[in-house]
T-cell receptor
Framework: DGGITQSPKYLFRKEGQNVTLSCEQN?????MYWYRQDPGQGLRLIYYSQIVNDFQKGDIAEGYSVSREKKESFPLTVTSAQKNPTAFYLC??????????????FGNGTRLTVT | QKEVEQNSGPLSVPEGAIASLNCTYS??????FFWYRQYSGKSPELIMSIYSNGDKEDGRFTAQLNKASQYVSLLIRDSQPSDSATYLCAVKDTGRRALTFGSGTRLQVQP
């Protein structure tokens, strides 16, 4: 079955450590996205990528980094510079070639807790 | 920064009633709009997309769009307890290929 896999589901880290969240998709989608969700809040865009080897900052990119070396993979690194990293992180993809503006398809998310 | 506004709720309706969820957006050039449902602790799942003014129906769900008023809504007919969730409105940004989300409206359907 096609889908988006995020791992791990839960992640615990000590303050000051960098951590990388994995996102893999086998939907053959060109575009991939990272969003962050805080309790009781909507989704905020961190980074997005329309094509391999290219990515753009979203609304809250500070303290995060990404890479897009393969079409199916878009890992997110939460660096020690991110002041409040504890959150629910969602990876998504879409097919820009679809009819109209195609919707986002989401992975199951990674819940990161930093203490 | 472009904004999408939703009433946070909770919106409480009895089972079998119509639930009406509303959303306004600031980007006048936006052309594509989406409603997602999110259960607690889970990722969002797409309910409906709408691109043209007017109504779009899919089963018990109807999305309504008024671009002149920058307003989009979701009606849920015959509400069921299983519809209890947070409903997120999302708008496709002009100028970048990404969605901006509202903060969501929490719906509670009382049995």
């Amino acid at each position: 079955d096609g889908g988006i896999t995020q791992s791990p589901k839960y992640l615990f880290r000590k303050e000051g450590q960098n951590v990388t969240l994995s996102c893999e998709q086998n939907l053959n989608h060109d575009a991939m996205y990272w969003y962050r969700q805080d309790p009781g809040q909507g989704l905020r865009l961190i980074y997005y990528s329309q094509i391999v080897n290219d990515f753009q900052k979203g609304d809250i990119a500070e303290g995060y980094s990404v890479s897009r070396e393969k079409k199916e993979s878009f890992p997110l690194t939460v660096t020690s510079a991110q002041k409040n990293p504890t959150a629910f992180y969602l990876c998504a993809s879409r097919d820009p070639a679809g009819t109209g503006d195609s919707p986002l398809h989401f992975g199951n998310g990674t819940r990161l807790t930093v203490t | 920064q472009k904004e999408v506004e939703q009433n946070s709720g909770p919106l409480s309706v009895p089972e079998g009633a119509i639930a009406s969820l509303n959303c306004t957006y600031s980007d006048r050039g936006s052309q594509s709009f989406f409603w997602y449902r999110q259960y607690s602790g889970k990722s969002p799942e797409l309910i409906m997309s709408i691109y043209s003014n007017g109504d779009k129906e899919d089963g018990r769900f109807t999305a309504q769009l008024n671009k002149a008023s920058q307003y989009v809504s979701l009606l849920i007919r015959d509400s069921q307890p299983s519809d209890s969730a947070t409903y997120l409105c999302a708008v496709k940004d002009t100028g970048r290929r990404a969605l901006t989300f509202g903060s969501g409206t929490r719906l509670q359907v009382q049995p």
